[in-house]
């Protein structure tokens, strides 16, 4: 099995910083692609950014030049720093990671179990 456990959310002001962790732990052979999602109340989720294993990454319009994710191959962990958050920021915050768990089995997508980051004064 394969776990994912995010960390460092909570409440934030406007303009505020967080940074987000998520470990992946487990039966696990290769991490592939690593992201952040997110979702609010009454929407759907969204991809925010992600990182690939070489280190490139793609980020959501709405938090360029905000977030950025990094990740820690040998740690198996990605990160998501967010800076000058807004309310609309406001969401659970999902870690998912691409993962092989044995050669020859196929790539399989985990989820955290997501955690709250609110904005607000």
């Known amino acids: 099995q394969v776990q994912l456990v995010e960390s460092g959310g909570g409440l934030v002001q406007p303009g505020g910083s967080l940074r987000l962790s998520c470990a992946a732990s487990?039966?696990?052979?290769?991490?592939?692609?690593m992201g952040w999602y997110r979702q609010a109340p009454g929407k759907q989720r969204e991809l925010v950014a992600i990182?690939?294993?070489?280190?490139?990454?793609n980020y959501a319009d709405s938090v360029k030049g905000r977030f950025t994710i990094s990740r820690d191959n040998a740690k198996r962990t990605v990160y998501l720093q967010m800076n000058s958050l807004k309310p609309e920021d406001t969401a659970v915050y999902y870690c998912?990671?691409?993962?092989?768990?044995?050669?020859?089995?196929?790539?399989?997508?985990?989820w955290g179990q997501g955690t709250q980051v609110t904005v607000s004064s």
């Open positions: 998912n990671a691409d993962v092989r768990q044995r050669t020859y089995t196929p790539r399989e997508p985990y």
């Open positions: 990182i690939t294993s070489g280190g490139s990454t």
């Open positions: 487990g039966s696990i052979l290769s991490i592939y692609d």
